[in-house]
């Protein structure tokens, strides 16, 4: 009988922390490139929606995902300071009169035959411009922080009482990498 129970007790306990891990969002692969511009990032995610978001999506409710990039620079007198920041964001919406998903992003739109087309489009974005040249410096340290969210912010007012991870709305992944004097991620120092 304890036996049973220690294992119910462990069944509780991993299958949320399974279900969490399901409804987050995987960084699979950001790199930075110093350009004659400045500075520019590619990144990719990987997720999947839960039933709550995407049954609201189908009723006619647009999703909204935002990526937020800030360059900063390290020093040793006084707080860090902030070289540059970038956002950019995603709208998705089914449209039931032509049975499309459409995409928007930076006033251009896109439409996709299935959910799965739609989202492969807005899980990332490559030679994204985050920093102007001018505002990095060569002899500087900088780092840069990174986070690619759900933005339940943009949903309407009476959806957003309540929201949370539990519901399956809390999609996002945060992380800072160390920038090498080329601008390139150190590899490791993800966090």
Do not use: C
Not at 45 to 59: H, I, N, P, Q, Y
């Amino acid at each position: 009988m304890a036996v049973l129970l220690a294992l119910a007790v462990l069944m509780a306990t991993v299958l949320p922390a399974q279900a969490a891990q399901a409804q987050g969002v995987e960084l699979s692969q950001i790199s930075t490139t110093k350009s004659e511009d400045g500075l520019e990032l590619s990144f990719s995610t990987r997720f999947t929606l839960s039933a709550a978001v995407e049954d609201a999506l189908m009723k006619g409710v647009p999703v909204y995902f935002a990526a937020d990039v800030t360059v900063l620079r390290s020093r040793w007198y006084w707080r860090d300071v902030r070289a540059a920041r970038a956002s950019r964001s995603w709208r998705l919406e089914w449209k039931s009169l032509t049975r499309q998903f459409r995409v928007s992003t930076e006033g251009l739109n896109r439409n996709y035959a299935s959910l799965s087309e739609a989202l492969s489009s807005l899980r990332g974005a490559a030679s994204w411009h985050v920093a102007d040249l001018k505002d990095i410096e060569d002899d500087g340290r900088y780092y840069l922080e990174f986070s690619y969210r759900l933005d339940t912010s943009q949903l309407p007012k009476p959806m957003q009482i309540g929201l949370g991870s539990p519901q399956g709305w809390g999609l996002n992944v945060e992380h800072t990498f160390t920038l090498n004097p080329d601008f390139s991620l150190r590899t490791a120092a993800g966090s």
